[in-house]
């Protein structure tokens, strides 16, 4: 098992960023990602299959990026990956399609997924929240994240986003990367996205994980 970062506090959550080219056979040995997959999961792959000329690609991408969070939720659980099942009902209104992922028949378990290219970051607690992000920085246009600036950052946040005349185009990226990655792992933890980080609890704690050149990583943790 290749973890970039196996934790990042060590009595409160587990953490672990996997490259899917690198990692992914190592994880799942002789199985193949459909074979531990739900019902639901494989038809939705097969869905995502029909999308686009690259259909194909992000179909097989999907499964892996589901059978390696299975295969981790297992190993903590000491359950079998393909017996698991998610909730995704969300709690503030009740819609079953929406809300923040939870494991059936494990209440005190809170776990956070994300991805990106070829990573995926997953967080897992028994004694709190959690969210976890990871976005890539490498080859992103300085031109894509200035709207998205405009759009996503507080004025709070705006005091680490550098205008033109004080930072490079690539240091402008990675500033507006890092507080994005701030925001969406804070969102994630509450199942609320970008709208609900500004409510999170004052006692949350941030870190900032070992990720890929090229990526930016950060897990979010609440004990309340």
Not at 24 to 53: C, N
Not at 113 to 136: F, K, M, N, P
Not at 149 to 165: F, G, I, K, M
Not at 169 to 189: P, S, Y
Request: proline share 5%; hydrophobic share 40%; charged share 25%.
């Amino acid at each position: 098992m290749r973890v970039l970062r196996p934790q990042a506090e060590a009595t409160a959550v587990d953490s672990w960023l996997y490259r899917l080219s690198i990692d992914g056979p190592t994880l799942l040995g002789t199985s193949g990602p459909d074979e531990l997959l739900s019902e639901d999961e494989r038809a939705r792959a097969e869905s995502i299959g029909t999308l686009s000329a690259n259909g194909r690609q992000l179909r097989d991408r999907f499964c892996l990026r589901r059978a390696i969070l299975r295969i981790v939720l297992a190993r903590q659980l000491g359950a079998h990956a393909q017996a698991l099942e998610f909730d995704r009902r969300c709690r503030l209104c009740g819609d079953p399609t929406h809300g923040k992922p939870r494991l059936v028949g494990y209440p005190g378990i809170d776990f956070s997924c994300a991805y990106r290219s070829d990573v995926i970051a997953i967080a897992v607690s028994a004694t709190g929240l959690v969210g976890i992000d990871v976005e890539e920085t490498a080859g992103v246009d300085v031109r894509e994240v200035e709207g998205l600036a405009a759009t996503v950052l507080t004025e709070r946040d705006s005091q680490y986003w550098p205008p033109p005349e004080a930072a490079s185009d690539a240091e402008r990226v990675v500033a507006f990367c890092r507080a994005f990655v701030a925001k969406e792992a804070c969102g994630k933890l509450t199942g609320r996205g970008l709208v609900g980080e500004s409510q999170v609890a004052a006692d949350l704690s941030l870190s900032w994980l070992s990720a890929p050149t090229g990526y930016l990583a950060a897990v979010a943790f609440s004990p309340s």
